[in-house]
């Protein structure tokens, strides 16, 4: 009984390994497919109900936005225009990852709301600031008619941070303060 070379028998793996993986990247591609325009719409439909939320009324979005030079200018992705002032769609990085949220600021450049859209923040911690309790509420709701640069506590300003979270509380204040210095180079 004659035994397979070692390259031989390194070749049979390899062209197997290669079969396997080419399979599960096409069903991957397939199962992308078939999912990527039910994500779309239900990421449009949070956008949406953000707008809403911190800009009464709501907005369009603006496409021309200017190019001027101001703090935070990077972490703007959206300007959404309404009768009231503007819908601001910010990334700031949190303790995990960005987190995508939208600031509304009034036409005197005072908070409206904000509504965080997306984010990774650690389930009873960081992902306190987005959760519809009352302790986010509260959290959230301390921004609302802020007009000037705002910080935590520890950080010398007037913000209360979460419990746990100080990190996901300061990035939530860097994405108001370029929402606000957004909102003032828009008139």
Known sequence: MKTESNVMYIARLAVTLLLI?????LALAGVNAVTAPAI???TAEKTQAAIQAVLPGGGEEMSDLPAVDYEGADLVSKVYKGENGYAIEVTPGGFDNTITMMVGVDTEGKVLGISIIKHTE???LGAVA???TPAGESFRGQFVGQSGSVAVTKDGGA???IT???ITSRAICVGVNAALACAATLG
């Open 21 to 25: 993986t080419s399979v599960v990247a």
């Open 40 to 42: 779309a719409k239900l």
């Open 122 to 124: 650690t389930a009873g």
């Open 130 to 132: 987005a959760a519809g």
């Open 159 to 161: 913000m209360d941070a």
């Open 164 to 166: 746990g979270a100080t």
